[in-house]
């Protein structure tokens, strides 16, 4: 009876240390929580742009806008480039479900247009 408690003791005492250092190594922020990336909220407080046209996705993984009206030509960059990039992936599956036709995209951004560059905030398929 007495190595039956000490047992229950040790094994009490054990999962209260696993839970101690499962805490320090792994704060609740990291798992609660994903936060949006910082580079899209400061682009959200500008003024920004609509753009429709065609999105080319590259072997490099490089994107390429195609504004419909002008037919002018800018690097696509998603805000979230250096954080989750779900707008990359968003873009590759779109990709894959593409027909004949190219689609048609509608993208919320800013054009910089030294760079010829279009950073992006969202995308929306038209068709």
């Not at 408690?5 to 094994?11: D, H, N, P, W």
């Not at 609509?50 to 999105?55: A, F, N, P, Y």
């Not at 800013?110 to 398929?125: I, N, R």
Request: charged fraction near 30%; glycine fraction near 4%; aromatic fraction near 6%.
């Amino acid at each position: 009876m007495k190595i039956l408690k000490i047992l229950i003791a040790g094994g009490l005492v054990a999962l209260l240390c696993c839970l101690v250092y499962d805490r320090i190594m792994h704060p609740p922020e990291e798992w609660q929580t994903a936060e949006r990336c910082q580079a899209c909220d400061v682009l959200e407080n500008e003024k920004l742009q609509v753009l429709q046209g065609t999105v080319d996705l590259r072997k490099d993984g490089k994107m390429t806008f195609q504004e419909d009206k002008t037919k002018k030509s800018y690097a696509l960059i998603p805000c979230d480039m250096n954080c989750e990039q779900t707008l990359v992936k968003w873009f590759e599956k779109m990709e894959q479900l593409e027909s004949e036709k190219p689609a048609l995209y509608s993208i919320e951004g800013k054009t910089d247009a030294k760079k010829q560059e279009f950073l992006m905030l969202e995308s929306v398929l038209l068709n």
